[in-house]
C-alpha cells in the first residue's frame, strides 16, 4: 500500500521555483516519473506548471495519458526502440547518453520522416579544476573526454535533432561533485556556442535528496546499531543481515557505509539553493547561478525522492496482516524491489526477467528475520530390483531405540 499525498506536489514544485525566483534563473522543473508514479500524483503535477522525467515507454505513455503535453516531457534512461521511437514521434525532448542511441535517433528521423528531436547531451566524467574533489564514475552520460566527437556527430545529424543542453545525473548526494559537474556543464555549452551550436539549457538531474528524520541523534542511534550487529554485538537488524557496505574483519569495522542518508537538513529546494550559490573555480570563483544569469541559459532539474510511504502487508502466522516493510522512498515492486513504473510494466519487467535489483541496496528498516525450519532432506539408498539392476530409494529412518 502506498501512501502519497498529490495536494502536496504543487507546494513541492513551488518550494524548487522559490530557489529558481531567488537566484532570478528561467527554466523547467521535471519530476522524475520513477519516484512519483501514481496516477494521482501526476494528476496534481499536470496542474502545476512543472514537467516530468520519463524512463521508459511505459512512464511515457503513463505522462501522456495524464494530461501531460510533449513539451513537458524529459525522456531519459536506456532507450529501447519501442520507447524512442514514440518519444520521438510526440515530440518529446530526449536526453542521450550515448553516441550509439544518437545515431540511433537520427536514423529513426530519416527513416520515418519525423520532424527534428530536440536533444540534450547527457555528459559524465567531470574533472574538477581547481581544488581536488573526489568523484565516483556516473552511470549515467558520455563521458566529457568524448564531446569533441559526440559534437561533429550532432553537427552532420543537423537536419535531425536541435541540441538545445547538455545534462548531467549523478548518484551523489555530495554538493561539491554536482558542482564540479555543473562547472563541467557550463564549459560544454560554450564549447558548442564555439562550434556554431545554440544550445540553451543545462539539466542538472535529480539528487536532491529528503530529509526523513527529525534529529540527527536518531541517524546516529541507527547507525551504531547497524555497526554493532555487522560486529555481532546484537541481533542483526536488517533485511537478510544485511552490511550495507560494513564488514566484521576479527572484531574491528571496516568498509564506508553505503546507505543514504536519513537525516540531511540540507535537502530539497534548499539542497538545489546551496548548489547554485557555489563557486565556480573555472569562472574566477563566481556563483554557479550567476553564471547561468549571464548566459542566459535556462536550468533544467529532475527532482526524484519525496516523502511519502510504502507498507506491504503481509498475513501473520495468526492470520492478521502485519506491516512487512516500510520504504520511505519511492514505490517500488513488491515481487522484485525495482522501481515500479505503472503496474503493466513492473509486471512487464518480471514477466522478462528484467533486471532484478537486490532490494537490500535500498535504506529498508525490516525487521529481522526469522529461520524458516527447513524440511528434512531423505537420503537415498542403492537397492537392487528383482530385474537385478539398481535404483536409488529413500533410506528408511532409523528405528526408534528401546528404553
Ligand atoms: C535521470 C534521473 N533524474 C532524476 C532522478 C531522481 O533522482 P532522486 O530521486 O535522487 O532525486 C533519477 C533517479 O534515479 C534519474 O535517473
Redesign the pocket.
Given at each position: 500500500m502506498g501512501v502519497v499525498l498529490p495536494d502536496q506536489i504543487g507546494e513541492n514544485v513551488e518550494l524548487f521555483r522559490s530557489v529558481y525566483r531567488k537566484h532570478h534563473l528561467s527554466g523547467q522543473i521535471f519530476l522524475?516519473h520513477?519516484?512519483n508514479r501514481s496516477s494521482a500524483l501526476l494528476r496534481g503535477l499536470v496542474t502545476t506548471e512543472a514537467g516530468v522525467?520519463v524512463?521508459s515507454l511505459g512512464e511515457l505513455q503513463h505522462a501522456l495519458g495524464c494530461g501531460f503535453g510533449p513539451e513537458r516531457v524529459m525522456a531519459?534512461?536506456p532507450k529501447s526502440p519501442e520507447f524512442l521511437w514514440p518519444a520521438a514521434r510526440t515530440g518529446a525532448t530526449i536526453?542521450l547518453d550515448s553516441p550509439a542511441e544518437l545515431d540511433q535517433l537520427a536514423a529513426l528521423v530519416r527513416i520515418q520522416g519525423l520532424p527534428r528531436v530536440r536533444v540534450l547531451l547527457r555528459l559524465s566524467g567531470f574533472e574538477p579544476s581547481g581544488v581536488k574533489v573526489l568523484t565516483r564514475r556516473s552511470r549515467?552520460g558520455i563521458p566529457i573526454g568524448e564531446l569533441d566527437a559526440v559534437l561533429k556527430t550532432v553537427g552532420r545529424y543537423d537536419h535531425a535533432v536541435e541540441l538545445t543542453g547538455v545534462a548531467y545525473?549523478l548518484d551523489t548526494t555530495s554538493p561539491a561533485e554536482k558542482a564540479v559537474a555543473l562547472e563541467g556543464c557550463l564549459m560544454a555549452l560554450e564549447e558548442c556556442r564555439g562550434r556554431g551550436l545554440a544550445p540553451r539549457a543545462v539539466d542538472i538531474?535529480?539528487?536532491?535528496?529528503v530529509n526523513y528524520l527529525a534529529d540527527h541523534a536518531q541517524w546516529e542511534r541507527y547507525t551504531t546499531e547497524l555497526a554493532n550487529a555487522v560486529l555481532g554485538r546484537c541481533p542483526p537488524l536488517t533485511w537478510g543481515g544485511h552490511h550495507y557496505g560494513l564488514r566484521d574483519e576479527d572484531g574491528t569495522l571496516r568498509g564506508a557505509l553505503g546507505l543514504y542518508p536519513a537525516y540531511r537538513p540540507v535537502a530539497g529546494e534548499r539542497y538545489l539553493d546551496d548548489l547554485l550559490s557555489r563557486p565556480a573555480t573555472a569562472f574566477g570563483g563566481r556563483e554557479l547561478a550567476t553564471l547561468l544569469l549571464e548566459h542566459l541559459y535556462d536550468l533544467y532539474a529532475?527532482?526524484?525522492?519525496r516523502p511519502g510511504l510504502a507498507v506491504r502487508a503481509q498475513p501473520c502466522s495468526r492470520g492478521r496482516p502485519v506491516a512487512r516493510h516500510a520504504d520511505l522512498t519511492?514505490s517500488r515492486c513488491p515481487e522484485n524491489g525495482m522501481d515500479a513504473g505503472p503496474d503493466a510494466e513492473c509486471e512487464e519487467k518480471i514477466g522478462k526477467g528484467g533486471r532484478k535489483k537486490d532490494p537490500r541496496d535500498y535504506l529498508h528498516a525490516y525487521p529481522p528475520r526469522r529461520p524458516r525450519p527447513r524440511a528434512r532432506q531423505p537420503v537415498w539408498t542403492r537397492c537392487r530390483t528383482a530385474s537385478g539392476s539398481h535404483r536409488l530409494r529413500p533410506r528408511r529412518p532409523p528405528a526408534p531405540r528401546a528404553q
Open positions: 522524475a520513477k519516484a522525467d524512463a531519459t534512461g536526453g549515467f545525473h538531474g535529480g539528487g536532491f535528496g529532475e527532482p526524484g525522492r519511492r
